[in-house]
């Protein structure tokens, strides 16, 4: 009930971090797309910031390995929702005591009920950009 009730301004986007914080319609990207979320190295998502993610979509370089199907499904909701993302330049979200910046509890194992060692269907469409399309 807790983490329910955390979120983050996003203001410039460079104060929440893309990956863990609850940025997203008041959700982190573990909770929105947990497939995807554990494609990224643990380094990667306590340092990507949203602003940094979002220029030029730098997000998809974080993720690694070979994409099951659900990992794809994961990536095009992520695509989809981040579309419509407007942060505001120069402008920092107030300091706040809602903003939790930690590891969700219980996501180390977050992909093991992604159909691991399933490879996926898609050969092709133009959302998925050249480097994850390789990985197929």
């Known amino acids: 009930m807790f983490q329910a009730s955390i979120y983050v301004d996003l ?4 104060t929440a971090f893309f990956w863990t ?5 008041g959700k982190s990207l ?3 797309a947990p497939c995807l979320y554990a494609t990224v190295g643990p380094r990667i998502r306590q340092k990507r910031t949203v602003a940094q993610a979002l220029h ?4 998809i370089t974080d993720i690694s390995g070979a994409l099951t199907v659900q990992d794809i499904l994961d990536y095009l909701l992520v695509w989809d929702m981040t579309r419509t ?3 505001v330049v120069g402008q920092n979200p107030p300091a706040s005591s809602d903003r939790q910046h930690e590891e969700p509890g219980g996501r180390r194992g977050a ?3 992604c159909f691991l060692g399933q490879r996926p269907a898609i050969r092709h469409t133009s959302k998925i950009p050249e480097n ?3 990985a197929t």
């Open 30 to 32: 573990a909770d929105v």
């Open 11 to 14: 203001g410039d986007g460079n």
């Open 132 to 134: 994850i399309r390789r």
């Open 85 to 87: 993302i407007q942060l």
């Open 111 to 113: 992909g093991s009920h």
């Open 21 to 25: 914080d609850r940025w997203l319609n």
């Open 56 to 59: 030029g979509d730098l997000w």
